[in-house]
């Protein structure tokens, strides 16, 4: 594995570049530590890579041999040596799938995210020192021809503990439409949010949003101390009515979440629904449109909870994404107490915000690439280092992973591949940026001799690009019930819950014989 870290602040007059990875959204509160495992990272000067041969990501575009190696080259694959994306923390898209594997029925290859696959794992990624992140690039070589499989690796510090993050103000909205009264959703609901409350600290505050035909302020914004009997009794009074009117309650939320707005603290709206929009505003680019203001003066950021076998995940991901924040599935009382009560709580602070990453291979030693997923969260090239493009926020904890299929020229020798991210100070949005490489020389042989969490990270793609059945599958990919083999063997080795979990997952698609 070759791994380097190194960190510049960027000044915004800086010409635009072609190279960085963006950094998406955090969980949420901070309270119990990340727990996830790392791996440790060769540190490298930014400014002695900006020296050698293969241009860093800050090489402006329109100079040298990339404006016209797409004509001389005529492989399209090799026409654009530059991979631009925000980063994105969602995992929905996994959490839904296993949902519907495990009650006997194939999920709609629409709603396969790879990345969100690939984002539900743990890491074994560095972590930086203080804010901002801390870049890993590993890869190896696989079966199938010249193609490797590429992880470039992002994560943040570990989370704080719990006294040592701001205090938290969140707007819980809550779905009490028709629907929600369906085993599994409203009543999932209430219990992990009885829970968190009584895990929040004193000076954070909550406030409470309903929505069916119309939204109603349940419980306006409520500092925690000495007043959680009442979060509790509005918690214990929701009942499911009619229909969902999804546009009402998010606009309501926002204008709760402006009126008790805290200086000083962290201001979220939580959305908690099966996103089966049907009155009112059903477009996710007019809600959003509706609450633009406060999302973007207020720094207001929103955190989508999806709930039910049914499940609206395209709206939901829309707000997600265009709302400055993530989404996450939850199937059962487990998955709702990891969210509620660990999650949240956790890592409620911000790292980072509009993080965009950008990963430039060497035309010399890169025949062609391919990003696996990040479909929805792709940025113009050019617009890496334009500021005023939105990327994602991350919080403390987190990781953020991209893995690219990459196929090696013969005898290629040298720089693979450099990643940068760029994000904003949450506070101060002043521009950051690190970067990472890997040399061909770096690559392991063979899939099987790379870290076990490598591995993991490469199963749960195969098993999305699986479900997908897209026309180019990615190199060397394993039938079924092989990727279940390997899964389960990775779970013994990691000791990992989540990694049996997947494992499962893959069973339950090999007895539908997908």
Not at 175 to 204: F, I, N, Q, W, Y
Not at 276 to 304: K, P, S, V, Y
């Amino acid at each position: 594995m070759s791994t380097d870290t190194g960190g510049t602040d960027m000044n915004n007059h800086r010409a635009p570049a072609l190279l960085a990875f963006t950094a998406a959204a955090a969980l949420l509160l901070t309270g119990c530590g990340a727990g996830e495992d790392s791996a440790g990272s060769k540190a490298a000067d930014g400014a002695a890579r900006n020296s050698d041969a293969f241009p860093a990501p800050s090489a402006p575009r329109g100079g040298g041999q990339d404006d016209e190696k797409g004509d001389e080259k005529g492989d399209e694959g090799r026409s654009d040596r530059l991979s631009t994306f925000a980063l994105d923390v969602d995992t929905a898209s996994y959490g839904y799938a296993r949902r519907t594997l495990a009650e006997g029925r194939r999920p709609d290859p629409a709603t396969v995210r790879p990345e969100e696959f690939v984002n539900s794992f743990r890491q074994d990624y560095e972590r930086p020192d203080g804010n901002g992140f801390s870049v890993t690039v590993d890869g190896t070589r696989t079966g199938d021809d010249d193609w490797s499989l590429v992880r470039v690796g992002l994560a943040t510090r570990t989370a704080a503990q719990a006294g040592e993050r701001p205090p938290a103000a969140l707007t819980f909205v809550i779905d009490v439409s028709g629907s929600m009264g369906e085993p599994g959703r409203l009543d999932l609901a209430k219990s992990s949010l009885d829970t968190m409350t009584d895990r929040l600290r004193d000076d954070d505050s909550v406030a409470l949003v309903t929505f069916s035909g119309e939204a109603e302020t349940v419980l306006p914004m409520t500092r925690l101390g000495g007043h959680r009997g009442r979060v509790h009794d509005a918690v214990d009074g929701l009942e499911p009515t009619d229909s969902t009117n999804l546009g009402a309650g998010v606009e309501t939320g926002y204008a709760t979440a402006v009126e008790g707005l805290r200086k000083g603290a962290t201001n979220r709206v939580v959305l908690v629904s099966d996103a089966l929009a049907n009155t009112g505003d059903t477009d996710a680019d007019a809600i959003l449109e509706r609450i633009d203001t406060a999302r973007r003066e207020h720094g207001i950021t929103l955190f989508g909870v999806g709930v039910g076998s049914d499940y609206g995940d395209a709206l939901m991901e829309r707000l997600a994404d265009k709302g400055d924040g993530h989404t996450v599935y939850v199937s059962d009382e487990t998955d709702a107490r990891k969210v509620f009560c660990d999650d949240l709580p956790r890592n409620v602070d911000l790292t980072a915000r509009d993080a965009k990453a950008q990963v430039a291979f060497d035309p010399d030693a890169v025949a062609e690439f391919r990003l696996i997923g990040y479909d929805d969260r792709e940025v113009a090239d050019d617009d890496f280092r334009n500021d005023r493009v939105d990327g994602g926020e991350v919080g403390p904890g987190h990781t953020v992973t991209a893995l690219y299929a990459v196929r090696v020229e013969p005898g290629a020798d040298g720089r693979l591949a450099t990643a940068t991210v760029r994000w904003l100070d949450p506070e101060t949005r002043t521009p950051h940026e690190t970067s990472g490489r890997l040399e061909t020389g770096a690559l392991h042989d063979d899939l099987a001799d790379a870290s076990a969490r490598f591995r993991v990270t490469a199963t749960a793609a195969y098993f999305a690009d699986a479900l997908r059945r897209p026309q180019t599958r990615l190199p060397d990919a394993p039938g079924l019930t092989e990727l279940e083999e390997t899964a389960r063997t990775l779970a013994k080795k990691t000791e990992d819950a989540d990694v049996t979990a997947l494992a499962e997952a893959i069973a339950d698609a090999n007895r539908l014989d997908l």
